[in-house]
């Protein structure tokens, strides 16, 4: 399994990665992951946010 980072921001209908199913290393179907909707960059208050929010729920 390959993971790819997707960056910010994403447009909705833009292609962001692949779904590949595959059977005794055969390659039996594929399909591309579509952004469902837009999604912006996050701001400063946005990301001060998800560390302390982080900070709080460390080993939850």
Same mark, same amino acid.
């Given at each position: 399994?390959?993971?790819?980072? $997707?960056?910010?921001?994403?447009?909705? =209908?833009?292609? $962001? =990665?692949?779904?590949?199913?595959?059977? /005794?290393?055969?390659?039996?179907?594929?399909?591309?992951?579509?952004? =469902?909707?837009?999604? =912006?960059?996050? /701001?400063? +208050?946005?990301? #001060?946010?998800?560390?302390?929010?982080? +900070? #709080?729920? #460390? /080993?939850?």
């Amino acid at each position: 399994m390959a993971l790819n980072e $997707v960056k910010a921001p994403v447009k909705k =209908g833009q292609v $962001v =990665g692949s779904i590949v199913i595959k059977q /005794g290393g055969n390659e039996i179907a594929k399909t591309d992951l579509v952004a =469902g909707a837009d999604c =912006g960059e996050a /701001g400063m +208050w946005t990301l #001060f946010k998800r560390t302390v929010k982080n +900070w #709080f729920t #460390f /080993g939850e």
